[in-house]
Nanobody, 127 residues
């Protein structure tokens, strides 16, 4: 069983930065494609960013391009989401997730492509 634990959320003013971390258990982290999703109150869970296991290629939803950066440290079994220039519309619970299918082409941008999930961390951005 793969376990994920997110951290780094908080309540901040618009314009500042936060870095979320997601620690993943297990010895095969380097072979997982990782994703970050978020869910705002009353809204569906949406894809934010993903990083491919094989070549480190990254993918972002349009609303965060240029502001957010996903990265990973395979030695620490951790994936990060650096969030800069935060906006009130970034307010949500942020989840990291594992796609363990190594043969997948690209990165899934829908939640059904991910098998394991963390418990989420709240990010609240005030104006």
């Amino acid at each position: 069983q793969v376990q994920l634990v997110e951290s780094g959320g908080g309540s901040v003013q618009a314009g500042v930065s936060l870095r979320l971390s997601c620690a993943v258990s297990g010895r095969t982290f380097s072979r997982y494609t990782m994703g970050w999703f978020r869910q705002a109150p009353g809204k569906d869970r949406e894809f934010v960013a993903g990083i491919k296991w094989s070549d480190g290629s990254t993918y972002y939803t349009n609303s965060v391009k240029g502001r957010f950066t996903i990265s990973r440290d395979n030695a620490k079994n951790t994936v990060y989401l650096q969030m800069n220039s935060l906006k009130p519309e970034d307010t949500a619970v942020y989840y990291c997730a594992v796609d363990p299918i190594m043969s997948r082409i690209g990165v899934y941008t829908t939640s059904d492509g991910y098998r394991y999930w963390g418990q989420g961390t709240q990010v609240t951005v005030s104006s």
